[in-house]
């Protein structure tokens, strides 16, 4: 939760707005909160059944209530200059495992990036090494992956890229 706070700080303290699932509990919140406590801006794309759970962050910049999960990926992916995943549920690797395949079907050239808080992602790069071991996937795309340990190394590495 830590390093979640500190990478929306970072991101706010560069001047990043973050687009994030607009959820009120979790990584989402800690990183929302971490950028909303450096004046920050984040806008939430949270699906109308997740407002009904009361799962949504009431506090952020912008709050955008969509339909569908397809619809709140869409949003984002449209919305964002970069695909950041931290340490999450099923609903992050579906949507790390989507950016990825949009970026080798160049959909997308935006950076995809893990945050391997403690290691998190390791099991995850060992399965794409494997895909890439048995000729599923390339190894060229498999390196375009980011792997960061911190979020100070992640914040380096897209400033590095032309955001």
Same mark, same amino acid.
């Given at each position: 939760?830590?390093?979640?706070? !500190?990478?929306?700080? /970072?991101?706010?303290?560069?001047?990043?707005?973050?687009? +994030?699932?607009?959820?009120? !509990?979790?990584?989402?919140?800690?990183?929302?909160?971490?950028?909303?406590?450096?004046?920050?801006?984040?806008?939430?794309?949270?699906?109308?059944?997740?407002?009904?759970?009361?799962?949504?962050? +009431?506090?952020?910049?912008? /709050?955008?209530?969509?339909?569908?999960?397809? !619809?709140?990926?869409?949003?984002?992916?449209?919305?964002?200059? %970069? #695909?950041?995943?931290?340490?999450?549920?099923?609903?992050?690797?579906?949507?790390?495992?989507?950016?990825?395949?949009?970026?080798?079907?160049?959909?997308?050239?935006?950076?995809? %990036?893990?945050?391997?808080?403690?290691? #998190?992602?390791?099991? #995850? /790069?060992?399965?794409?090494?494997? &895909?890439?071991?048995?000729? #599923?996937?390339?190894?060229?795309?498999?390196?375009?992956?980011?792997? &960061?340990? &911190?979020?100070?190394?992640?914040?380096?590495?897209?400033? !590095?890229? &032309?955001?």
């Amino acid at each position: 939760m830590e390093h979640a706070r !500190q990478l929306g700080e /970072l991101c706010a303290d560069a001047g990043w707005g973050i687009v +994030n699932g607009g959820g009120g !509990q979790g990584m989402m919140l800690a990183v929302a909160d971490g950028a909303l406590s450096r004046g920050g801006h984040v806008e939430g794309v949270i699906p109308h059944s997740m407002v009904l759970r009361e799962w949504a962050h +009431n506090s952020l910049t912008d /709050l955008h209530v969509v339909e569908t999960m397809h !619809q709140r990926k869409q949003r984002m992916h449209d919305r964002c200059d %970069a #695909f950041v995943a931290l340490p999450g549920g099923i609903g992050t690797l579906d949507e790390v495992c989507e950016a990825l395949a949009w970026q080798k079907l160049e959909i997308h050239k935006k950076p995809v %990036a893990v945050l391997n808080t403690l290691g #998190f992602y390791e099991s #995850f /790069l060992h399965l794409l090494d494997h &895909t890439v071991e048995c000729g #599923f996937y390339h190894a060229l795309d498999r390196e375009r992956l980011w792997v &960061t340990a &911190t979020p100070q190394e992640l914040i380096t590495r897209l400033n !590095q890229f &032309t955001l």
